[in-house]
């Protein structure tokens, strides 16, 4: 078990070594100087030239874009291990600051709706398993395979304008708090529970094929009861799509946070890229990266100790 | 096992409703299809020509969608948008479906140290969702929709690779591969003729619910304007258009969006009666029906 956990942990900093360096050089390749992109350009900044020159070569240096690329690699890592990742260039505000307080925000918003998610997605699954065939399980598929099927931004901009511009029932405005949760929370439930609904009726369709069931049944068991140890058989899969949505949830709010205006980490990575304020999109992408990996790590450590067979 | 499984009772009924969805997603997609690719026969209106004094128009017998802030037709530039969504939605997913196979099969024929670096660099493109990567490679590459697709692909091919890199390390211990290989067969030889026909069917299932993912992550990012607005009308820009004036005239995005959800409803209508017909899996087995009924 220690061992396992050892090896997952190095593959996990391997992982994130390598994605590090993906973004790094993702940042090299941008054909944006970013030098221009901090003083502005010489043509909009009106200065004389021979002094734009200097400055920017002061600037360069204190970028250290004139060294080498490993250099620079190392000193950015550097920074990124101190939780500097340099500042807005629109707000000029720490990044690392900006980011720290639109986290609550995109919590309050995600674990509700995966909690939505895990009500809809088992209470259904089960039901279109217990009901395999027949008219019930086939109206569950249907409604899923419906709402996978529905752009995210759609329907959350559909129910805004149903319920804040028509029935004037919902709050248009741009704070987090609780009266303004439901909406947003309804829509990343809705769409996110149909590959849950799936997942839970295939696996509870091959548990019912297990001789525990029948024993279970020839034992005179109630229906819950025998439920209830199904349930229990098909944690894992259930675990890993959770995981899985989790990570959606966070990266895949971009859109329901920017519709819903809710002041949280996905609409602030949104109003940056059209602000082209780039050192926010990399601290997000950055940031987004390593919460998954450490996720996945986590996936896999509960499988090998709900599992010991799990070969990692 | 095969024949005593379509005796279980329920067998044909559940047979048939699995090619009950097949067949309405064929139906569907054939019609949008039809629809888009004979755009200039079925559109009412010019999908570019401006009327101002139509502008923002409801729902009308004239306007099935209503009309947009330039007083174009809404119907007539959805079916043509179609033309560029669909066409560019399918070249992005057949590149990446190409890419995935090779590598994926290269991975899983070969194995070694290419597997071990090719599943590496996997686990690394996991890690990155699709959202977050298109956000980043358009705020440093600008928003365009060739950098669009560009990252649709670099992030598409990792499904692909995993299923085809899976079937090909079961499908490697087959006596026809062995025999090809110990005929002397080239291994180029080897993965076209033995391995590719079987990994294709699952691919196949999988490419019909990629498409429909990758349709509705490119209309998000159209949504928020990352699209970029090419020349000819298109569903994500018509929507990114729309979204100015959407509280004002909400119908507005009505067209693109039902265009959008017929679309990747019908596909993933699709792929759920092929995987049912395919996926042994899926179907349960023969010593389970009995016991569901008690359960039912």
């Known amino acids: 078990m220690f061992t396992k956990i050892l090896k997952k942990t190095m593959e996990m900093v391997v992982t994130i070594f390598i994605a590090t360096i993906i973004i790094f050089v993702l940042i090299r390749l941008s054909p944006r100087d970013p030098v221009k992109i901090v003083m502005g350009n010489p043509e909009i900044a009106m200065t004389n030239t021979?002094?734009?020159?200097?400055?920017?070569?002061?600037?360069?240096?204190?970028?250290?874009?004139?060294?080498?690329?490993?250099?620079?690699?190392?000193?950015?890592?550097?920074?990124?291990?101190?939780?500097?990742?340099?500042?807005?260039?629109?707000?000029?505000?720490?990044?690392?600051?900006?980011?720290?307080e639109r986290i609550p925000a995109t919590l309050l918003l995600a674990i509700p709706s995966m909690i939505l998610q895990c009500i809809l997605g088992i209470s259904l699954g089960v039901i279109s398993a217990v009901r395999h065939e027949k008219f019930t399980d086939q109206v569950i598929r249907f409604i899923s395979v419906f709402f996978s099927s529905v752009p995210a931004f759609a329907l959350g901009l559909m129910l805004l304008y149903y319920f804040g511009v028509h029935l004037k029932y919902y709050e248009v405005s741009n704070v987090a708090n609780l009266s303004r949760l439901w909406l947003p929370v309804i829509v990343l439930g809705v769409i996110s529970s149909p590959s849950l609904i799936r997942v839970v009726r295939t696996n509870m369709l091959q548990e019912f094929g297990r001789d525990y069931i029948s024993f279970g049944i020839a034992r005179g068991l109630s229906k819950g009861d025998i439920l209830k140890n199904a349930i229990k058989n098909i944690a894992l899969p259930i675990i890993t799509i959770l995981a899985l949505s989790f990570v959606s949830l966070l990266s895949g709010a971009v859109v329901i946070e920017s519709i819903f205006t809710w002041p949280g980490m996905g609409r602030y990575a949104m109003e940056s890229i059209l602000l082209n304020d780039y050192p926010v999109t990399q601290a997000y992408a950055l940031f987004m990266t390593i919460m998954i990996v450490i996720i996945n790590f986590f996936v896999d450590i509960i499988y090998t100790y709900a599992n010991p067979k799990v070969k990692m | 096992m095969q024949i005593r499984k379509l005796k279980c009772e329920g067998g044909d009924k559940m047979q048939r409703n699995k090619s009950l969805s097949l067949i309405i997603g064929i139906i569907l997609i054939t019609s949008i299809i039809v629809l888009v690719a004979f755009a200039n026969v079925f559109a009412p209106y010019d999908p570019i020509e401006q009327v101002p004094e139509n502008r923002l128009m409801s729902f009308s017998s004239k306007h099935i969608f209503g009309t947009d802030q330039y007083g174009r037709d809404i119907f007539s530039r959805v079916l043509f948008g179609g033309r560029t969504t669909l066409t560019t939605s399918l070249s992005a997913l057949i590149l990446t479906v190409i890419l995935g196979l090779f590598l994926g099969m290269v991975s899983g024929y070969y194995g070694g140290l290419i597997d071990a670096l090719l599943m590496r660099i996997v686990d690394v493109m996991m890690a990155f969702p699709f959202m977050v990567l298109a956000l980043i490679v358009t705020s440093l590459f600008g928003i365009s929709f060739l950098n669009l697709l560009i990252t649709v692909v670099v992030i598409g091919w990792v499904p692909f690779a995993r299923l085809t890199r899976s079937i090909v390390i079961d499908a490697k211990e087959n006596t026809n591969v062995q025999a090809s290989e110990i005929l002397g067969a080239k291994s180029w030889r080897i993965m076209i003729e033995e391995l590719l026909p079987q990994v294709i069917s699952p691919v196949l299932v999988m490419a019909t619910f990629e498409l429909g993912k990758l349709m509705l992550s490119i209309s998000a990012l159209s949504f928020f304007g990352l699209g970029a607005k090419p020349p000819s009308p298109e569903w994500g820009s018509m929507l990114s258009d729309g979204k100015t004036f959407f509280f004002q005239a909400p119908y507005i995005i009505v067209g693109p969006t039902l265009a959008i959800i017929l679309s990747v409803l019908s596909l993933n209508l699709i792929g759920e009666g092929l995987r049912d017909l395919m996926d042994p899996y899926e179907i349960p087995k023969l010593e389970d029906c009995p016991k569901r009924r008690l359960l039912g």
């Open chain 1, 50 to 100: 021979k002094e734009y020159d200097i400055r920017y070569e002061k600037m360069s240096e204190e970028l250290n874009l004139d060294k080498s690329i490993p250099f620079q690699y190392i000193s950015w890592i550097k920074r990124v291990l101190k939780f500097d990742f340099g500042k807005s260039i629109y707000t000029g505000r720490p990044v690392a600051d900006e980011i720290k």
